[in-house]
């Protein structure tokens, strides 16, 4: 065989190879590890793609915030508690990509680096996986729970969907012990997140006996989205302590409300 007959054969099987291992990555799925770059800062995330995922359809996708015990740097954290505990328990009911960026060490999922990294993740995931524009989502429990919060009422427009559990818009509320005077709260706060946050539909969660994020902050919150006109659901757990997310994500109409928003409704 001729030389340039040589080197057109490898160019063919070179090529054939290349499309072959890009044809396996692309139809990768369960948990993967994905890293994005903020600024010169590195921040690993995980994401969950369900085991149907095919790039011959647009895919809703759903951004999860976790909790302050899951924050770091090894970005495996934030798959033991939350949203991927209920994937793996249900995986036929989360038929959507699911991202998991984790929050550094002493920060807040509402600080701008923090808000920056969890929104590049979300943007890398889109692009990688399809998404569809019309159903992006955002959950979070306990500091993801403000997380979820603060980024809606700062990007309205951008989520067809919230799901914040045991979360609030006060950081440092506390919740109060039997008999205690109530905090003096400034009503405007919720009023005005209300007010950024709209008609995109809402499912508020928490446990009736938070001892660590008080229910009267999504209480708070499902009042200020009524008198404002909002789309909002709220199941509060008697007897239930912090862990709401438990009972929350394991709801069986869970996803399917959340998957039923859409963008354009």
């Not at 290349?18 to 890293?35: C, D, I, P, S, V």
């Not at 996986?129 to 959950?139: A, S, V």
């Not at 009736?208 to 509060?236: F, I």
Request: glycine fraction near 10%; proline fraction near 6%.
């Amino acid at each position: 065989m001729s030389a340039p007959r040589i080197m057109a054969l490898l160019f063919v099987v070179g090529t054939l190879i290349h499309f072959k291992a890009t044809a396996e990555a692309a139809t990768q799925t369960g948990f993967l590890n994905r890293t994005v770059t903020v600024g010169k800062q590195v921040f690993r995330y995980q994401v969950y793609v369900p085991a149907e995922w095919s790039k011959g359809k647009k895919w809703p996708v759903l951004l999860f915030l976790h909790g302050a015990g899951e924050r770091g740097e090894d970005g495996l954290l934030q798959t033991q508690v939350g949203i991927a505990t209920a994937i793996r328990t249900h995986a036929d009911r989360f038929n959507a990509v699911v991202v998991m960026p984790q929050c550094r060490k002493d920060k807040w999922w509402t600080e701008p680096m923090m808000e920056e990294q969890a929104l590049a993740a979300l943007k890398a995931s889109i692009k990688e996986f399809k998404g569809d524009q019309e159903r992006i989502y955002l959950t979070g429990l306990s500091m993801g729970g403000f997380g979820t919060w603060g980024i809606a009422a700062s990007h309205p427009g951008m989520f067809a969907a919230l799901a914040p559990i045991c979360g609030g818009l006060r950081p440092h509320a506390r919740a109060q012990s039997p008999g205690a005077p109530k905090p003096d709260v400034d009503p405007s706060l919720y009023t005005q997140a209300a007010g950024k946050i709209g008609k995109t539909p809402v499912w508020i969660f928490h446990g009736g006996a938070d001892p660590v994020v008080p229910v009267a902050e999504s209480q708070r919150m499902y009042e200020a989205l009524k008198v404002n006109g909002g789309n909002v659901k709220y199941t509060e757990y008697p007897g239930v302590g912090h862990n709401s997310w438990d009972r929350a994500y394991g709801e069986t109409e869970f996803m399917t409300w959340l998957l039923a928003q859409r963008l354009s409704r």
